[in-house]
């Protein structure tokens, strides 16, 4: 298995066919917070999150799902939007709120990641809390050509998404200890994201806090739960999948 890891979006090459040398899995990272949020939605009894860049196509598909069975997700720059059942708090869907309900949620970075691997035939979405679960799951479907998106910051640079790729290729390390399943860096962002993890694996709360995105959080506001949880390092099993474009479900 080969992972390249992309920082985000805007840094994704341009997608080829697995048989042309593109990948045939992506993982999809938003730590602070989109995915450890789907994580936790479909944990929770969610029956699907449906990801969206833009804010007019999650109206009309939500427009056309049953009022009682839907709730929206939608943040920028960290806040709930105005009207919006649901900002971007993995704290925030409990199994009370949304259980057997579809969340349609837009987020400022992870939901655009979401939508730039799309078409890739294996799509997962991966935190700190599920990264072994996720790790498992690419060898299990045997995938050898991986591409790990990080979200980023409108395009920039994130240090908490990078620490969660090499979160996920040092779980999928330990798990190939099979001759036939070697794991293999394919670019020097991966081997920088692994040793990233490397050094902070043992309190990953304190490199979420420091990264510029933990900062802006803790400016708005009192965060501490939403660290704890994004932090919790293999605290869930639980992997979202893409099972139709855009809609992830728990397996």
Not at 27 to 41: E, G, H, K, M, Y
Not at 152 to 157: D, F, S
Not at 220 to 247: K, M, Y
């Amino acid at each position: 298995m080969k992972l390249s890891y992309f920082h985000s979006s805007e840094s994704v090459p341009t997608l080829l066919e697995p048989a042309q040398g593109g990948p045939d899995a992506a993982v999809v990272i938003d730590v602070l917070r989109a995915t450890t949020t789907i994580a936790w939605s479909l944990q929770n009894g969610a029956e699907a999150v449906e990801a969206f860049a833009d804010l007019t196509a999650l109206e009309a598909a939500a427009a056309a799902w049953p009022a009682e069975q839907r709730l929206r997700a939608g943040e920028r720059g960290g806040q709930r939007l105005e009207g919006y059942d649901l900002g971007n708090s993995p704290l925030a869907v409990t199994p009370e709120r949304v259980g057997g309900k579809r969340i349609f949620m837009s987020t400022t970075n992870g939901t655009r990641s979401l939508a730039a691997v799309r078409s890739v035939p294996l799509l997962l979405t991966a935190c700190l809390p599920n990264r072994t679960a996720v790790a498992r799951r690419l060898i299990e479907r045997d995938s050898q050509e991986v591409w790990i998106v990080g979200s980023g910051w409108e395009g920039a640079y994130s240090l908490e998404d990078s620490l969660a790729a090499g979160a996920v290729a040092a779980a999928a390390i330990e798990l190939a200890v099979a001759p036939h399943r070697g794991i293999a860096c394919a670019n020097d962002e991966m081997l920088a994201a692994l040793a990233l993890w490397h050094q902070w694996r043992h309190d990953s709360e304190t490199c979420l806090r420091s990264a510029s995105h933990g900062q802006r959080l803790i400016g708005l506001g009192n965060h501490d739960a939403d660290f704890r949880c994004c932090a919790a390092v293999d605290s869930l099993t639980i992997v979202p999948i893409q099972a139709e474009p855009g809609v992830l479900r728990p397996s």
